[in-house]
């Protein structure tokens, strides 16, 4: 039996944005996975990647962390994050933290080749073809630093955009720049990320699109917070709603219906 | 130079303001970025290039001391003379005698960055010498009395109004009475002006973008060719360079050219290529009488062995802060020393201290971009995250920065508990949005909801929502 009809374990590392502030990008990516014939788990003990530690320079406590993510995620065949980003954490900088453990970087290595983001397992390994997904909006979508440089996932999610039923996809200028997120740098330098922001938002906003999408919620929340912030009105939404057929629930920011 | 990088934010705010800068700025962000990818485009082994010119600066630092004196003997060989400094001190000493012997009164600049590290203006007009920069760009900064806010472009923030008006209030006691607007006029304006200066100088001091070991040569790039008349018609030449600048053969020199001006200005090479070896032999026609070599550590052997080992690989090609969203933002000037951008956040708090220059390394969303584009392939990102692991370890780092990170902490390394908090943080933030679905204004926090509103979370967390569904479903 091939890999795409084959009923696989996947561990989703929901990630702890999606965890306290958007539950439904996790419950989309559930679903795409199931859609794909993976059998979900969602392991208990998980919490954060470790990247606040990590940023912020404290070495100790991203170790201790990524131990745990390592542990917690021990077995599973594949672990499937929805962020770019903390997939990135995973499969690059975990080894390069325990590059003077030997017996600790085996299983960060494990671990780093087992781990995926979303969208790009769903296309490269699953063979995921979007299917009975109507969306008719115009929709332009922002390439996470991560995804764009660390995870090279650029393409995968355009193509399946691509094939959803009357969605327009419009790329904007500019798409190797940084939203201005970074973390706790959007928050300890926030008059510079607010200028980053700014010039993505113009950048986004010139395409005529009605939504926004991206693989990161850290880029989505900051820049859904911002366009609110200028009166801006337009939707923005996780790929994986997208992709999932999801795309009606309110956007990231939006009033309650 | 004073360092100001202390000021980081107060700089950065200032910058921000300044229509002017950011104006000027966004011809940067525009212009360089376009050309270093069309060349890069254009030539399909760029990206090997790229490994090849690392690996020869590579190999080089893994035997400086050999082709340091290897270079050495090559330059006696030719007539020249190298002085060895370790400190910036030593370095202003040596050239300080270097002028005094020759009896300077005035001496011109080609652009060297090593030179404003020595803050060498400064220095010799305290001694009674007059330096002149030839660089057109090192030339305007010099009459506004700023450092260069580019490594490459040190004048990139001036805007050609404020040109007009620096010439007009300089070039007057030459006889240029009026004010000139047209770009190209000013830059005849410029030429004429120095040209005179070229002839009178009593010293020509350069920088070097290479020391070439098997022939003792130095070598600049230049654009307008400013170099040449610097280094070849006063009688004596100093070349000023740091140590990592050396390098083994002229067959390395040709590698490292072709990925030097495509990523800093997408040229295929800049337009003037200088090699000066020795001084003028009798049968020469031109070239100084005497040529001295000002070989500046100030603090990078130190570097050699650590971490910070691969900055030394740097060809100050410019690319890394054309690239940067922050260099974009707030400019050269608000590092608030020498280098800017995300090399000067990288190597200033070596060279000034990380308690001065704290904010540099962390002012970075570490977008990657500098790495991706960086000719010698420097994990910048690394780097910077390697100062921030020193400050958290120095206890240096902001308290409540770390009290907040070690909060933060604590929780995620306990499943349990974070699962609790995170449950009522979800549900006090979701209720707090109420229908509107996103916060103005939080308790705490400021730095996010000062520009942003915060997107609320949803309601109860992914994990409950999923322990409640595997009830259900049994």
């Keep these: 039996m091939s890999e795409n009809t084959e009923k696989i374990e996947v561990a989703l590392f929901v990630t702890c944005l999606v965890d306290i502030n958007r539950p439904s990008v996790g419950f989309a990516a559930v679903k795409l996975l199931e859609q794909t014939g993976c059998r979900v788990v969602v392991p208990d003990a998980q919490t954060c990647c470790g990247q606040p530690a990590y940023n912020s320079g404290d070495r100790r406590s991203t170790k201790q962390i990524a131990g745990d993510v390592i542990s917690a995620f021990k077995g599973y065949r594949y672990v499937i994050a929805p962020s770019g980003s903390c997939a990135g954490m995973i499969r690059k900088h975990y080894p390069e933290l325990f590059a003077d453990d030997p017996d600790m970087l085996l299983e960060a290595q494990d671990l780093a080749n087992r781990t995926y983001e979303l969208v790009s397992f769903l296309k490269d390994v699953r063979n995921f073809e979007t299917n009975d997904v109507h969306f008719d909006q115009k929709v332009t979508y922002h390439d996470s630093c991560s995804n764009l440089r660390e995870m090279k996932v650029v393409e995968q999610p355009r193509e399946l955009m691509k094939n959803i039923n009357g969605l327009e996809l419009i790329e904007a200028e500019d798409r190797e720049a940084c939203c201005g997120f970074g973390g706790t740098f959007c928050i300890k330098y926030s008059e510079i990320s607010e200028e980053m922001v700014d010039r993505k938002i113009d950048h986004l906003k010139a395409t005529g699109a009605d939504v926004i999408s991206a693989g990161d919620l850290g880029c989505l929340m900051n820049i859904a917070g911002r366009l609110y912030r200028r009166g801006e009105n337009m939707k923005v939404l996780h790929i994986a709603e997208i992709l999932a057929g999801m795309g009606d629930v309110p956007g990231i920011g939006e009033e309650r219906r | ?474």
């Design chain 2, 1 to 474: 130079m004073q360092v100001t990088s202390r000021q980081f934010k107060e700089n950065s705010h200032k910058a921000l303001q300044d229509e002017e800068l950011r104006a000027a700025l966004n011809r940067v962000k525009q212009g360089f970025t376009t050309k270093r990818r069309e060349a890069a485009d254009a030539l399909p082994e760029f990206e090997q290039l790229r490994d090849q010119a690392r690996d020869i600066k590579n190999h080089v630092l893994e035997n400086l001391d050999y082709y340091l004196e290897y270079f050495e003997s090559r330059v006696k060989d030719q007539g020249g003379h190298v002085h060895w400094c370790s400190t910036h001190k030593d370095a202003k000493d040596a050239i300080l005698k270097i002028c005094k012997d020759a009896g300077a009164k005035t001496v011109t600049k080609g652009k060297s960055m090593i030179t404003e590290e020595l803050a060498l203006n400064k220095f010799l007009e305290a001694q009674g010498i007059e330096p002149i920069e030839t660089d057109l760009g090192e030339y305007i900064i010099q009459l506004a009395d700023e450092p260069p806010s580019h490594i490459i472009g040190p004048a990139v923030h001036k805007t050609r109004e404020q040109v007009t008006e620096l010439f007009h209030e300089h070039h007057q006691k030459y006889g240029y009475t009026e004010r000139e607007e047209d770009a190209e006029k000013l830059v005849g304006e410029a030429r004429a002006v120095l040209r005179h200066k070229y002839v009178t100088a009593d010293v020509g001091i350069t920088g070097a973008n290479f020391l070439v070991a098997e022939t003792g040569s130095t070598v600049i790039v230049t654009n307008e060719g400013n170099g040449d008349l610097t280094q070849s018609l006063p009688k004596t030449h100093i070349v000023v360079a740091s140590l990592e600048k050396v390098i083994p053969t002229l067959e390395d020199v040709s590698t490292v050219m072709r990925v030097l001006a495509r990523s800093a200005t997408g040229q295929e090479m800049s337009v003037y290529t200088t090699f000066s070896t020795g001084p003028r032999r009798k049968d020469d026609i031109d070239g100084p009488e005497n040529f001295h070599v000002i070989l500046l550590d100030g603090g990078r052997s130190e570097m050699i062995g650590t971490e910070l080992q691969e900055l030394l690989r740097c060809i100050r090609c410019g690319a890394c802060m054309n690239h940067c969203p922050v260099y974009h933002a707030v400019g050269g000037h608000s590092y608030g020393w020498v280098y800017p951008g995300p090399i000067g956040a990288a190597l200033n708090p070596q060279m000034v201290g990380l308690e001065e220059a704290l904010h540099l390394p962390n002012a970075s969303s570490f977008c990657g971009r500098c790495e991706e584009v960086c000719p010698v392939r420097i994990p910048l990102p690394k780097i910077l995250r390697h100062w921030r692991e020193k400050a958290f370890e120095q206890q240096i780092a902001p308290k409540p920065d770390r009290w907040g990170i070690e909060l933060w902490g604590f929780f995620a390394k306990r499943p349990g508990l974070y699962r609790q908090v995170t449950k009522i943080a979800a549900k006090m933030l979701s209720l707090m949005a109420g229908k509107e679905g996103r916060l103005k204004k939080l308790p705490f926090n400021n730095g996010w909801t000062r520009v942003r509103d915060l997107p609320a979370p949803q309601g109860e967390t992914f994990m409950q929502q999923w322990q409640k569904k595997q009830k259900r479903e049994g």
